[in-house]
């Protein structure tokens, strides 16, 4: 079950664990991952990094999401995107073992990239990390 917490300063809504205490503090001081995929289900988030991590919602302005067909699977990515806006939820409060296992889980570096981009969340920009697809010497 998760809890949310409104600041309504910067209209921002952060959701969380009971045992956990989130502050808007934590928007400025911690790790922040923007991710706009499977990662938004806070399940597989708790299933992936053996824990349950604070979240919010957020988006990133100048990328649209887009699909492609390759072997029978569909391929998402972000594509930069003048008018793009991509909703999605920004991950708080990570440790360096947990960018270790996201980093596996979006294939980094072989298949994607961090990248350091500018987000919103509610009325405050921010700078979070962003997967982006950097291809690689596997694909045609």
Not at 49 to 65: H, I, K, S
Request: some cysteine; proline content about 4%; overall charge negative.
């Amino acid at each position: 079950m998760l809890r949310s917490r409104f600041f309504p300063a910067h209209s921002i809504h952060l959701f969380h664990t009971f045992d956990q205490t989130v502050g808007l503090n934590d928007l400025f001081t911690g790790q922040l991952i923007f991710v706009w995929d499977a990662l938004m289900d806070p399940e597989a988030v708790a299933q992936l990094l053996g824990r349950n991590v604070p979240f919010g919602p957020a988006c990133l302005r100048g990328y649209g999401r887009t699909a492609v067909r390759k072997g029978g699977e569909w391929q998402f990515a972000l594509k930069e995107d003048e008018d793009g806006i991509t909703p999605g939820v920004v991950l708080i409060g990570l440790s360096e073992a947990d960018l270790e296992k996201i980093d596996q889980f979006e294939q980094a570096p072989l298949l994607t990239a961090r990248h350091k981009l500018k987000i919103r969340i509610g009325d405050l920009e921010r700078v979070a990390g962003v997967y982006l697809r950097s291809g690689s010497y596997l694909e045609d």
